[in-house]
């Protein structure tokens, strides 16, 4: 089926997140919608679902004009869509998710199950996909989960296929399966719409690809393009993809962790036995899928874990059981990964925002008042050195871009004096012009002899920085390698596979 979107128009409020968007997508075709965090993408594709209503334009299948009041009508009319988060219920079975929502049921009014489990089979051995129809989905492997999603749209008959950032919780060998299948659905028949933000999927896959910036198509590009004529088209300037860094000049600070291990509240190892060393002038980067452990072996180095057992020392000084206050104070500068939620108070001006972690003393405390004059002085220092696009100190930071509340995030945590810098998805919704900036940050921060650890799940993010890569699966370090380990070996052991090269 041949799908078509003309004038496309979605508001909310004073907000046009998708303005007059025209799209094309013919059968047998994967055509990548690429942008950054923000651009419209996925607002696009929910008008298209009939989880939003178009305020101005169309939907047209096969030439004849559709109207969806909700999601149902959408399959109805053939298309399917991949969730980057997987709308499964855990505790079903593979059968049992894929028939939910459209039961079939046998004479006696009983749920079919056995029709279910032959159309997942059905499926499944048509496209090579190696899924059992028992299968309790939580049990089965993050990849596995997203073919029975690619099952659950395929069993209503789908014949135009959305996936919407497919790959954020994938190893890079998962990725490269999912691929595949796409190529395999195109040579099928089937329409394929694929969201995402990483140019190398589009330039892998794609057979055309359409460009939305702030809520606009662009331009058009062939996947011939180069990354840096993507990358131009996404965020409208010329753009340096490649993180320049010279060798490593140690220093005499260092990060110790041994025997680290953390707990929750029922008892369950969240990071087991975690040991390893951070020098000062070097980047260590945390690499592993999302839910490895990662975030708990973060918060654990800032004192934001309860039940941590184990050593954490910073030039010597045991951080283990201090507060976070005493933490900060020993000089841990820290990103969180949702500065949202950890790592701004969006409410408050950028200024405000920019002395969180020094509200207790000077410079911008004496005597119990605030010294506004000199705050304002130092945010406005701050905005200009960061490129803070902003109307001015006193604005709110929940005003601002993603990619500008993260460089306050960043100026706040850079302007100490630090012994470590730890930055948890430091580009996680971010434009590539922005990236550019905060990656130079890092390396400055790293080539300054302070100890950098950088946790992130873009594979190619931590290629660029990592002098060493520590990979973490199941809360367990797999092996620390050299900073240019290939993808392939690093998606081995995201997977649990164990480097037998790798040192601790």
Known sequence: MKLELRGITKRFGALTANDHIDLVVEPGEIHCLLGENGAGKSTLMN???????????????????????????????????????????????VAENVMLGHEQTTFGGRLDLAAARRRVKEISDRFGFDVNPDAVVEDLPV????RVEIIKALSRDASILVFDEPTAVLTPQETDELMAT????????TAIVFITHKLREVREVADRITVIRLGKVVGEAEPTASNAELASLMVGRAVELTVHKDAPQYSGNSLVVQDLTVTDAAGTV????????VRGGEILAVAGVQGNGQTELTEALLGLQDKVRGSIRLNGQELVGRSVRHILDAGVGFVPEDRGVDGLVKEFSIAENLMLDRSNGAPFVKAGALQLGLLDEFAKEKIAEFDIRTQGPS????????????????????SRDLSLFVAAQPTRGVDVGSIEFIHKRIV????????????STELDEVSALADRILVMYHGKIVGIVPGDTPR????????????????A
Request: glycine share 14%; aromatic share 6%.
């Open 47 to 93: 008008v298209l679902y009939g989880l939003y209503q178009a305020d101005e334009g169309q939907i047209l299948i096969d030439d004849e004009v559709q109207h969806f009041a909700g999601p149902g009508d959408a399959m109805n009319a053939g298309i399917g869509m991949v969730h980057q988060h997987f709308m499964l219920v855990p505790v079903f079975t």
């Open 143 to 146: 990849g596995v989960q997203q």
């Open 182 to 189: 796409m190529r395999q659905l195109r040579e099928q028949g």
């Open 270 to 277: 969240l990071v087991d036995a975690a040991s390893f060393e």
């Open 395 to 414: 604005q709110a930071a929940g005003r601002l871009s993603g990619g500008n509340q993260q460089k306050v995030v960043l100026a706040r945590e850079l």
């Open 444 to 455: 400055e921060t790293r080539d300054a002899g302070v100890p950098v650890i950088v946790i």
């Open 488 to 503: 392939e070996q690093l998606g081995l052991m995201m997977a649990g596979a164990v480097n037998e090269g790798a040192s």
